[in-house]
């Protein structure tokens, strides 16, 4: 299976006086330091419309998206949209990141014993490289998958990790119905995932019931300090109100904090969850819920 994807990418906003009447009330929702990022995606979305001769209203899109996908990072974003949709196309996902240095613990959050292993043998300096470009591809899929609700990262497993354009499967249970390209675009990571209609999962038999747990009660400084010695921030500096986006300006840095607290407090946190707060509170009150 294979589908014709266009990917357009920015570094330049969206003028403001082009924006219709429902792009400038959504932009002024936004808190004023997310405004120029927001310019520049719906930039990049606004010209894939217009490529794609789809309507270039871009509050009229929602993500997920059965045709269309976006991803950002600090300064620049991409869109990437099915040319001709095929029948059997559920979804597209698109993911940008650029350079850094991973840590090698996160793997086993996103990658599966048959990925790490491939990994390992590879190259010392080149597996920072090759890490970032699975974390890409992962969310790429993830993305492109309609049924993410109830997915996280480590259930999407690529056929052949060393390649750049590839298969994957979404669970045991599912036939490999998604395909992926990766490359590298102006020093980032670039993955483009397809999801594509085929066999649905396999139910699975009810688990057997288990003795109910008593509740431990997780505070606020608890996690605020686990975060103060995984990110280096001074532990004064943290409050409910602090947002992520302060703390980790990228998806792969919110993955490292979020490795650490799963493993503190022995628990697990799907990407939608992860999606859903906005601050240091609200993720506190996740571990705790978790609990």
């Known amino acids: 299976m294979t ?24 932009l002024a929702e936004l808190p004023r330091r997310a405004r120029p990022q927001w310019l520049v995606s719906r930039h990049a979305l606004r010209v894939l419309l217009g490529v794609l001769g789809l309507p270039r209203e871009t509050t009229g899109y929602a993500f997920p998206h059965r045709r269309l996908s976006l991803s950002h990072i600090e300064g620049a974003a991409v869109a990437a ?12 996902g698109v993911d940008l990141e650029t350079d850094r240095q991973a840590r090698v613990d996160t793997a086993r959050f996103f990658l599966d014993e048959h990925e790490r292993s491939w990994l390992a043998s590879l190259p010392e300096h080149a597996r920072p490289s090759e890490q970032l470009r699975l974390w890409t591809v992962k969310e790429a899929l993830f993305k492109a998958d309609p049924d993410n609700r109830h997915t996280v990262l480590l259930d999407y497993r690529t056929l052949d990790a060393s390649a750049r354009r ?6 045991p249970h599912r036939e490999p119905v998604f395909g992926y390209a ?13 999801a ?8 699975q038999a009810n688990a057997p019931e288990r003795e109910p747990t ?4 997780v505070t606020f400084d608890e996690v605020a300090d686990r975060i103060s010695t995984t990110l280096s921030i001074p532990v004064e500096k943290l409050t409910p109100e602090t947002t992520l986006r302060e703390l980790a300006a990228d998806s792969f840095l919110l993955v490292e904090m979020a490795v650490d607290l799963q493993e503190e407090f022995d628990t697990i946190f799907t990407q939608d969850e992860l999606r859903e ?12 819920a978790k609990v």
């Open 3 to 26: 589908e014709t994807v266009l990917a357009v990418w920015t570094r330049q906003p969206l003028a403001t006086h082009t924006l219709t009447r429902r792009e400038r009330d959504r």
């Open 81 to 92: 949209g099915a040319v001709r949709p095929a029948p059997r196309l559920a979804g597209i």
């Open 166 to 171: 590839g298969s994957a499967r979404a669970g």
């Open 182 to 194: 990766s490359t590298r675009l102006h020093g980032a990571h670039l993955s483009v995932a397809a």
């Open 196 to 203: 594509f209609h085929g066999e649905t999962r396999t139910p």
């Open 214 to 217: 008593v509740p431990t009660a």
């Open 277 to 288: 707060i906005t601050t240091l509170g609200e993720l506190a009150g996740l571990v705790g």
